[in-house]
């Protein structure tokens, strides 16, 4: 196969791991990038010629309804649009959840990850987001957020999953960028959804600090495409919010920060998954992240092993993100 050839099979195994077909586009957008095709820019259509072409990847991906999908796999298609349905009902249903949100102050974005980032959730799907709170209230922030989605009955808790918010991951305004570098968090990342209209710069910054995705896909960009499902804000709700800022800044705000830095990462600290194998809680002034039990300790292995079965050896020894042994 071509280095082109291996990288479009290499993607769309990738997103198989999923039950996830690709159209055209997709596998352009998210084309894995290999050591050999390095140095090459494809465009999407000399992708689309290859993909249709047959050559290296006869008998190895099919297509039907336009998208595309390791051979013998065609039941994928079926199952991502009945997710897709699924996804569009989530949307509906949350909605106003989201324009509560706004209601915490200090908040400066909301990134929608995960299934629903990706249209490709199930019945018992939770919703995963990436809050950006203000430089040195993210504490404040996850305190507030917490006590808000608990009050609204939709936060994820125990068993308690469907359409469910889970709140796994804080970064804040003056650290965008993710350290953990990986296949898995660039494909994850490359899929968000910025949740408000207003705070596309918040986005666009957050696409431009975490540049390493271009180590691993091909063809990351700056792109509007994230914010396909933004909502805007109420002004009210933001007016409120603004004035929850006034109050807990300065003297009183800091204070009830550290309060809760000191609290929380104590009893963080002495919770069993705090260093449980196979997943990752930071916690820090800059970032907070809980993923105790990460799906990158299943992907990034499986992934390993359908390449070397497919004698791509450059791109079977992808790394983790740096989890838990």
């Not at 431009?208 to 990351?220: C, P």
């Not at 909502?231 to 009210?236: G, L, P, Q, S, T």
Request: charged share 25%; proline share 2%; hydrophobic share 35%.
């Amino acid at each position: 196969m071509t280095p082109l050839e291996k990288s479009i099979l290499a993607t769309v195994s990738y997103y198989d791991i999923f039950d996830y077909p690709l159209t055209g586009f997709e596998i352009w957008r998210y084309l894995v990038l290999s050591e050999e095709s390095k140095n090459n820019k494809f465009t999407a259509g000399e992708l689309f010629e290859v993909i249709t072409g047959g050559g290296g990847l006869k008998n190895k991906i099919s297509q039907k309804h336009g998208f595309y999908f390791l051979v013998g796999r065609e039941g994928i298609v079926e199952k991502r649009l009945w997710r897709k349905k699924l996804a569009d009902e989530k949307w509906k249903k949350m909605k106003k959840v989201f324009e509560l949100v706004v209601l915490v102050p200090f908040v400066r974005g909301i990134f929608i990850s995960g299934s629903l980032a990706m249209e490709n959730s199930k019945n018992d799907s939770d919703i995963d987001i990436i809050v950006v709170a203000k430089y040195g209230r993210i504490w404040t922030v996850r305190t507030l957020m917490t006590a808000l989605t608990t009050v609204l009955g939709v936060r994820r808790h125990g068993n308690k999953t469907e359409d469910r918010i889970c709140l796994n991951h804080y970064i804040t305004d003056e650290s965008l960028q993710i350290p953990f570098e990986s296949l898995y968090n660039a494909e994850s990342y490359v899929h968000l959804t910025n949740l408000y209209k207003e705070d596309k710069n918040i986005f666009h910054l957050f696409q431009e600090q975490n540049g390493w995705i271009r180590n691993y896909l091909t063809n990351y960009k700056i792109s509007e495409l994230g914010s396909v499902r933004s909502i805007d804000k109420n002004r009210f709700f933001v007016f409120t919010s603004k004035i929850f800022e006034v109050i807990l800044s300065g003297f009183l705000g800091n204070k009830i920060e550290k309060i809760f830095t000191s609290v929380e990462s104590r009893r963080i600290e002495r919770d069993a998954l705090y260093k449980k194998s196979g997943g990752r809680i930071t916690i820090d002034d800059s970032q907070l992240e809980f993923h105790p039990d990460s799906h990158e300790n299943f992907i990034i292995p499986e992934f390993n092993r359908r390449m070397k079965g497919a004698g791509i050896m450059e791109l079977a020894n992808q790394k983790d993100s740096g989890l838990n042994e």
